[in-house]
């Protein structure tokens, strides 16, 4: 799955106008704001109206879903499990004082930790800095009884404290989840716990060797494994019952059989129960079955399950674990089937060169979902766009499945209305006035075109590898499917399929897309620091390279005014001829697996930040007061029974808090051990 990520930047454009009127909607989307974060609701609009079996598929779906929690903070550091939990034994048992700031700050490490799903940031995967000392833990640790803590013997509090305190307070201790810096051992560097004592260099010959020359069907080497050095041989924990995660994945083996049993069809039954047979047995060959089973399914309710995502691994080849379930958006539905309709032109009118077409775009399938649970590398951040599967081949041969979660964009909007953003960082009246026209239509239409036709757009050329572009191809594959989607936003072909209502709303996702590569994201980047997450190169990439290449005719400008920096478009036209010549390069980059062309496109235009400007954008920004980072609480299912214990309906409800929710997963779904080497 290629994920755009649900960035809060679109929401604030969305909504950034002075003249959009604040929501009637009585429901209440904010639930708390701390650190640079805001935690929202959303709404699963037409849930009641699914039929009982659905209701129960989604029921037993989402147990499955969230069976998989801790399986993410153990990915994301060795020692995440013993600090999450020994922070959570401080917050529910500490009889100090609870109002003192060491406290509180405290309070404030434990929820950015439960939010990030460890104690590196979500987004830069810099390692949280506490604001409470090390003797004020230490004290509170030492004055919980034993059997609170996490300990490795019983009553051994001074081994815990050894462990945990220098991850936590020695800033250079596992001070970065995911380091892209070129020239570094990434693996040696990074702090995520897909490899234990293994170098770089080691761990890409050693799933170089695997590979088949001339395999034209190969698996997806090392997806679902821990790649670990013991006794000088190197070993694959592989993600299976009985193996690695085994006691989460028998309860998640267990939901999905019962999900198996109200499946809404015997092609969903096949599907479901693969992916049982595949959690089984961690054979990747048939996590592929799984895979061309599932693209093929277009029941209403639908789910993701299991390591997908490999953006946490800094060579890219090791999935995170991720959940969500959905049903489908029957109406809002009908503009992906126009788009997946029409796959085939879109590919021939590309203006990618004609040997990295595919000839035959087969089974692409688009739809607009709601989103019913979030879990795992989806939860409490989460995607607004997915499109899945990964394996090229698959994609070739049988298709792919994108998705717009158009209740998570819906909450974003909302809860971002009337917050002065546009007054503060668009040009001028016309393109406030074009975002409040357009932008929430237009931003979904480029989710659309860029999951459901972007990322299974053109081909890899016979014997160039899938992972041949290594540490950046997933912000090359970002890059490519941005821009594919941004050049037939502004194509004749999107009035006449009647996706757009005329030939100047596209203009508002170009401004938007622009002013937010150039400038705005930038808020989200500590001062010092260059661009490392492979959705903010990629924004970055596309418009610095349209800056520098048109130039000369002043396409795209930085204006000062009044002493304050702004984006400009001065031709939207030329604009997109330039996009059209980026995704051909980007296109051939990835057909032909040229590494090193990817890598200056990206270490050129993509990483390093202008410091003024960044400095000016933060300013701005801080007077706003507006978080740059916004995640969810799920909504909470409750099946209702019968005397005899069947199920007769499945409610939701929308008011559990944030910390609440937090700490009931951690009692239900907390199965894996705290030390698991």
């Known amino acids: 799955m290629k994920k755009l990520i649900g960035i809060m930047m679109t929401a604030t454009l969305l909504s950034a106008c002075a003249d959009t009127p604040k929501t009637t909607d009585n429901f209440d989307y904010t639930v708390e704001q701390f650190a640079d974060l805001e935690i929202l609701r959303y709404r699963v609009p037409g849930f009641e109206n699914l039929s009982l079996q659905q209701k129960k598929l989604v029921y037993y779906l989402t147990e499955a879903a969230l069976q998989g929690r801790d399986i993410l903070f153990d990915q994301n550091g060795k020692w995440n499990l013993a600090i999450r939990r020994t922070l959570e034994a401080i917050y529910t048992e500490y009889e100090g004082?609870?109002?003192?700031?060491?406290?509180?700050?405290?309070?404030?490490?434990?929820?950015?930790?439960?939010?990030?799903?460890?104690?590196?940031?979500?987004?830069?995967?810099?390692?949280?800095?506490?604001?409470?000392?090390?003797?004020?833990?230490?004290?509170?640790?030492?004055?919980?009884p034993a059997a609170a803590l996490p300990l490795k013997e019983e009553g051994n509090v001074d081994e815990l404290l050894g462990d945990i305190c220098p991850v936590i307070f020695n800033p250079d201790t596992l001070c970065k989840r995911v380091n892209q810096e070129a020239g570094t051992d990434l693996i040696a560097t990074s702090a995520c716990n897909y490899y234990d004592g293994v170098t770089q260099a080691e761990a890409e010959a050693f799933y170089d060797a695997m590979k088949v020359p001339g395999d034209t069907m190969p698996i997806s080497y090392g997806l679902n494994s821990r790649l670990v050095k013991r006794d000088g041989r190197l070993i694959e924990q592989v993600y299976r019952l009985g193996g690695r995660y085994s006691e989460a994945i028998e309860k998640i083996i267990y939901w999905l059989d019962k999900a198996a049993e109200v499946a809404e069809n015997d092609h969903q039954r096949e599907v479901i129960s693969t992916l049982s047979d595949y959690y089984r047995s961690g054979d990747l060959k048939t996590f592929d079955q799984y895979a061309v089973e599932w693209v093929t399914d277009h029941s209403q309710v639908d789910f993701v399950n299991g390591f997908t995502e490999v953006y946490g691994d800094p060579i890219g080849l090791k999935g995170s674990w991720e959940s969500i379930v959905n049903f489908k958006d029957i109406e809002a539905s009908h503009r992906t089937e126009i788009i997946s309709a029409n796959a085939q032109w879109f590919e021939n009118n590309s203006p990618i060169d004609t040997a990295f077409k595919k000839e035959e775009v087969k089974g692409v399938s688009a739809k607009v979902i709601t989103a019913a649970i979030l879990a795992g590398d989806c939860y409490p951040s989460t995607p607004i766009g997915?499109?899945?599967?990964?394996?090229?081949?698959?994609?070739?041969?049988?298709?792919?499945?994108?998705?717009?979660?158009?209740?998570?964009?819906?909450?974003?909007?909302?809860?971002?209305?009337?917050?002065?953003?546009?007054?503060?960082?668009?040009?001028?009246?016309?393109?406030?006035?074009?975002?409040?026209?357009?932008?929430?239509?237009?931003?979904?239409?480029?989710?659309?075109?860029?999951?459901?036709?972007?990322?299974?757009?053109?081909?890899?050329?016979?014997?160039?590898?899938?992972?041949?572009?290594?540490?950046?191809?997933?912000?090359?594959?970002?890059?490519?499917?941005?821009?594919?989607?941004?050049?037939?936003?502004?194509?004749?072909?999107?009035?006449?399929?009647?996706?757009?209502?005329?030939?100047?709303?596209?203009?508002?996702?170009?401004?938007?897309y622009m002013m937010n590569g150039l400038m705005t994201q930038l808020m989200r980047i500590v001062p010092g620091k260059d661009i490392e997450e492979s959705h903010m190169r990629n924004r970055q990439l596309i418009a610095r390279w349209i800056l520098e290449k048109g130039a000369d005719d002043k396409v795209l400008e930085i204006k000062t005014r009044d002493g304050k920096r702004y984006v400009v478009v001065n031709d939207y036209d030329k604009m997109r001829t330039l996009i059209g010549e980026l995704l051909a390069e980007v296109q051939r980059i990835k057909s032909t697996g040229d590494y090193e062309?990817?890598?200056?496109?990206?270490?050129?235009?993509?990483?390093?930040?202008?410091?003024?400007?960044?400095?000016?954008?933060?300013?701005?920004?801080?007077?706003?007061?507006?978080?740059?980072?916004?995640?969810?609480v799920n909504p909470v299912y409750t099946a209702v029974t019968d005397a005899n214990g069947e199920i007769t309906d499945v409610t939701v409800a929308y008011d559990e808090g944030y910390a609440e929710q937090m700490l009931r997963y951690s009692t239900d779904y907390s199965h894996l051990p705290t030390y698991n080497d």
């Open 97 to 144: 004082d609870r109002d003192n700031a060491e406290f509180k700050a405290l309070e404030k490490y434990l929820k950015q930790v439960w939010f990030a799903n460890g104690i590196h940031h979500h987004y830069s995967t810099d390692k949280f800095t506490p604001e409470f000392s090390q003797a004020y833990f230490e004290s509170a640790v030492r004055s919980l």
């Open 386 to 512: 997915i499109n899945l599967p990964n394996a090229d081949w698959i994609r070739h041969i049988h298709g792919s499945k994108s998705v717009t979660i158009e209740n998570i964009t819906s909450a974003y909007d909302k809860a971002a209305q009337g917050n002065g953003f546009g007054e503060e960082f668009i040009w001028s009246d016309k393109e406030r006035k074009l975002i409040n026209e357009y932008g929430f239509l237009v931003d979904n239409l480029h989710t659309d075109l860029h999951e459901c036709l972007g990322h299974g757009s053109g081909k890899l050329l016979p014997g160039t590898s899938p992972d041949a572009l290594r540490s950046y191809s997933s912000a090359l594959e970002e890059t490519r499917a941005d821009l594919f989607a941004l050049y037939y936003l502004a194509d004749d072909k999107m009035v006449e399929l009647g996706l757009l209502p005329n030939k100047e709303a596209y203009k508002a996702e170009y401004y938007r």
């Open 597 to 632: 062309a990817g890598k200056a496109l990206v270490e050129n235009y993509g990483v390093k930040v202008d410091r003024d400007l960044h400095a000016e954008v933060l300013e701005r920004y801080g007077k706003l007061n507006i978080k740059p980072y916004k995640g969810f």
